[in-house]
C-alpha cells in the first residue's frame, strides 16, 4: 500500500488531535502559557517547526511532531527523505527545533526527546542502528522515505548517556 503524505499530513493536522497535542505540552511545560501550530507556514515546515510553544517566561519552545497511529516499540529515524535523489531526511538536517514529539495516539503517549541530545546520539549511532534495525522505506506518491526503527529503550539509554559529556 503506498503511503499518500497529504493524506497523512491532513490526518495528522486534524483539529481532533488539537486537545492531545494540548495536554501533552501542558503536562511537558508546567510553564505552558499557548502553543500555536504553523500549518501554512513554510518557512517554519521547512525549518522542522510543527509547533511553537510559548511559556510564562516569554521563552519559545520549537517543536516537531510526529505521529503514529499504531503503537510500536521504535522511533523511525528518517535519514533520506527521497530514495532517487538520496535527500536528506530530518535526521541529517540542520532543523530548528528544541523537542522532537513523537506521538502513539490510539495508547495516548508521547515521547518528549530533546532534539539536541537526539541529534548528538545520532552522530554516534547512525551507523551501527542503520546496520542493526530494520530499514522502513514509505512509498509516497512519487518517493520513498527511509527511516531506521530504534527501540524506544535503546533510544532512551542513549539519550539519558548523552547527557554527560566526556572529554
Same mark, same amino acid.
Given at each position: 500500500?503506498?503511503?499518500? &503524505?497529504?493524506?497523512?499530513?491532513?490526518?495528522?493536522?486534524?483539529?481532533?488531535?488539537?486537545?492531545?497535542?494540548?495536554?501533552?505540552? #501542558? *503536562?511537558?511545560?508546567?510553564?505552558?502559557?499557548?502553543?500555536?501550530?504553523?500549518?501554512?507556514?513554510?518557512?517554519?515546515?521547512?525549518?522542522?517547526?510543527?509547533?511553537?510553544?510559548?511559556?510564562?517566561?516569554? #521563552?519559545?519552545?520549537?517543536?516537531?511532531? $510526529?505521529?503514529? &497511529?499504531?503503537?510500536?516499540?521504535?522511533?523511525?529515524?528518517?535519514?533520506?527523505?527521497?530514495?532517487?535523489?538520496?535527500?536528506?531526511?530530518?535526521?541529517?538536517?540542520?532543523?530548528?527545533?528544541?523537542?522532537?514529539?513523537?506521538?502513539?495516539?490510539?495508547?495516548?503517549?508521547?515521547?518528549?526527546?530533546? &532534539?539536541?541530545?537526539?541529534?548528538?546520539?545520532? #552522530?554516534?549511532?547512525?551507523?551501527?542502528?542503520? *546496520?542493526?534495525?530494520?530499514?522502513?522505506?514509505?512509498?509516497?506518491?512519487?518517493?520513498?522515505?527511509?527511516? !531506521?526503527? !530504534?527501540?524506544?529503550? !535503546?533510544? #532512551?539509554? $542513549?539519550?539519558?548517556?548523552?547527557?554527560?559529556?566526556?572529554?
Amino acid at each position: 500500500m503506498m503511503h499518500n &503524505f497529504s493524506e497523512s499530513l491532513k490526518k495528522s493536522e486534524s483539529e481532533k488531535l488539537h486537545p492531545f497535542w494540548e495536554s501533552v505540552y #501542558k *503536562e511537558m511545560f508546567p510553564e505552558f502559557v499557548e502553543m500555536s501550530g504553523t500549518i501554512g507556514n513554510m518557512d517554519m515546515q521547512r525549518r522542522g517547526i510543527d509547533r511553537v510553544i510559548i511559556l510564562n517566561n516569554n #521563552k519559545t519552545v520549537y517543536v516537531d511532531e $510526529k505521529i503514529r &497511529f499504531k503503537e510500536y516499540n521504535d522511533i523511525l529515524l528518517e535519514y533520506i527523505s527521497v530514495s532517487t535523489t538520496g535527500a536528506p531526511g530530518w535526521m541529517e538536517k540542520q532543523i530548528d527545533i528544541d523537542w522532537l514529539a513523537y506521538a502513539f495516539v490510539g495508547s495516548q503517549k508521547c515521547y518528549m526527546i530533546p &532534539f539536541p541530545l537526539l541529534k548528538r546520539v545520532w #552522530k554516534y549511532y547512525k551507523q551501527k542502528w542503520i *546496520e542493526k534495525y530494520p530499514k522502513i522505506e514509505a512509498e509516497n506518491e512519487g518517493y520513498h522515505t527511509i527511516s !531506521v526503527a !530504534v527501540p524506544i529503550p !535503546v533510544i #532512551k539509554e $542513549k539519550i539519558s548517556d548523552a547527557t554527560m559529556i566526556r572529554l
